[in-house]
């Protein structure tokens, strides 16, 4: 194994790591080190089946971190949720006047 592939092999899987654990403030030290390697390895060519499991470690790497981002938006949407749900509902009452009803603090939930 040469070099460059190896060490970006290794930042692959610091990357899978950091994004596993989700240790996102790993990742801004990870990437620019991974950058670097690609452009070092864009001006060679290599071994093409360590190539190969390099491309599938950055694709998984990609899904994992695609799989966070969506964890991470459904989560504020559920903030949001119980933000909006603990503010109360307005609502007619039996006179035609409005009034708010569930006005009160509601805790999130450990699932």
């Known amino acids: 194994m ?4 190896q060490d ?5 899987e610091a990357e899978r790591r950091a994004l596993l654990s989700h240790n996102f403030a790993e990742l801004d030290e990870i990437i620019p080190i ?3 390697l690609i452009e070092r390895l864009n001006n060679q060519t290599e071994n093409p089946k360590l190539l ?6 950055s694709m998984s790497n990609a899904r994992i971190l695609k ?5 991470i938006e459904m989560a504020i949407r ?3 949720q ?3 749900a603990s503010s109360g509902s307005t609502v007619y009452g039996p006179k035609g006047t409005t009034q708010t009803i569930g006005a ?3 805790a999130p939930q450990n699932r």
């Open 2 to 5: 040469k070099p460059v592939l």
């Open 8 to 12: 970006l092999y290794d930042a692959l």
């Open 34 to 36: 991974k950058t670097a």
């Open 52 to 57: 190969a499991q390099i491309r599938e470690s």
């Open 67 to 71: 799989a966070s981002q969506r964890g």
């Open 78 to 80: 559920r903030v949001s």
């Open 82 to 84: 119980l933000r909006k």
């Open 104 to 106: 009160s603090p509601v």
